[in-house]
């Protein structure tokens, strides 16, 4: 084992020198018109960030940094508020769909459920509204940060 541990240790070190010598795409997303794609070249790092078709290559800098990686935080956030704001209303349509089937076959176990209807539907409603808002505030801070880097 001990004559083993060089070979190890020498073949995770080539791995870290390799990847500072990647060139290629680090990241990308998009949500809602709203895109950006990372790529290394040379040690560099340049952004494509992009909104309904304009792009603007942006180099990675000290000074635009943080407004690069908040960028691409509200856009990834976005897209799981998003997934979520769709599961909720999924969710709200099934409660209502269950509902209207019970409420056809069986009156008597509608009447017997409706508080946990009520509750079921009403968590659903709940979520929806929070994701909407957290969304839209998501979406503010996307362009915001779009337009600061853009102009």
Excluded: H
């Excluded at 690069?68 to 979520?84: E, G």
């Excluded at 009447?111 to 968590?123: C, M, P, Q, R």
């Amino acid at each position: 084992m001990l004559f083993c541990f060089p070979f190890f240790l020498s073949a995770c070190s080539q791995g870290k020198e390799d990847t500072q010598e990647y060139s290629g795409i680090i990241g990308d997303g998009k949500t809602l018109g709203y895109k950006y794609t990372v790529t290394k070249e040379q040690n560099k790092f340049y952004w494509k960030v992009g909104y309904k078709g304009d792009i603007s290559i942006i180099e990675e800098r000290s000074a635009n940094e943080d407004d690069l990686v908040n960028y691409m935080n509200a856009v990834n956030d976005s897209k799981l508020v998003l997934a979520k704001l769709i599961l909720s209303i999924s969710y709200f349509l099934i409660v209502i769909m269950t509902t209207l089937i019970l409420y056809k076959k069986n009156r008597k176990m509608l009447k017997d459920g409706v508080v946990t209807i009520t509750i079921l539907a009403g968590i659903a409603i709940y979520i929806a509204f929070k994701a909407s808002f957290d969304l839209s505030s998501l979406l503010q801070d996307a362009k915001s940060y779009y337009l600061i880097l853009t102009n």
